[in-house]
């Protein structure tokens, strides 16, 4: 994308790219995704997901790249990405183990679908996890697995992957709860006053 015809990259191009309208009418709609408090790794994550960038198997067979758009666990289903993250057994078995079994949950319209759950506002009852950090984290362990099946030929059940995300969102949860304290006590501290 950033490379002169001839296939050579320069900062000219990548200066050209950067100024040129953004490409499949992304309109940058995305700032959301920056706002969420969570790791730069997972934001990254989910702006690829959201703007379908992952390379599955329906992408690579679009591409070119491959000759088949199957999902390697599922023979007869295309791999989209709504399949890798909702339709595929152990993305639904995934969901299922963390207490989702509403079909409105899987209805949704895919994008709407990620929007709405990674920006869903925390409770206030501080002794739950958040429900967008259980979902991020699901997502990011759906695909890890998904990857270590193609790459690696190693399987993960639904409930090593739920289990790896609740902790997940669990850890990062407390480091939300930690932050949250740290800037109360800096409050504190700033109207603090000295005794006549």
């Not at 198997?57 to 007869?76: M, Q």
Request: proline share 7%.
């Amino acid at each position: 994308m950033s490379a002169m015809p001839d296939g050579r990259f320069t900062v000219k191009s990548a200066f050209d790219l950067q100024q040129s309208p953004l490409p499949d009418g992304d309109t940058g709609n995305w700032r959301w995704i920056w706002k969420i408090p969570y790791l730069e790794r997972i934001r990254s994550f989910i702006r690829q997901l959201s703007h379908d960038r992952l390379l599955t198997n329906l992408s690579h067979f679009h591409r070119h790249i491959s000759t088949t758009a199957d999902c390697p666990r599922c023979p007869g289903s295309q791999e989209s990405l709504s399949h890798v993250f909702r339709e595929c057994p152990i993305a639904s078995g995934t969901w299922e183990k963390l207490g989702i079994r509403s079909q409105w949950f899987f209805n949704q319209p895919f994008e709407a679908w990620i929007r709405s759950n990674a920006t869903a506002r925390p409770s206030a009852d501080h002794t739950m996890i958040p429900w967008f950090l259980i979902f991020l984290g699901t997502l990011w362990f759906l695909w890890k697995a998904r990857n270590l099946w193609i790459f690696e030929q190693k399987s993960s059940t639904t409930t090593e992957i739920s289990r790896r995300a609740l902790a997940h969102a669990r850890e990062a949860a407390g480091t939300l709860r930690t932050e949250s304290i740290t800037r109360q006590r800096r409050q504190i501290w700033v109207h603090w006053t000295p005794p006549p």
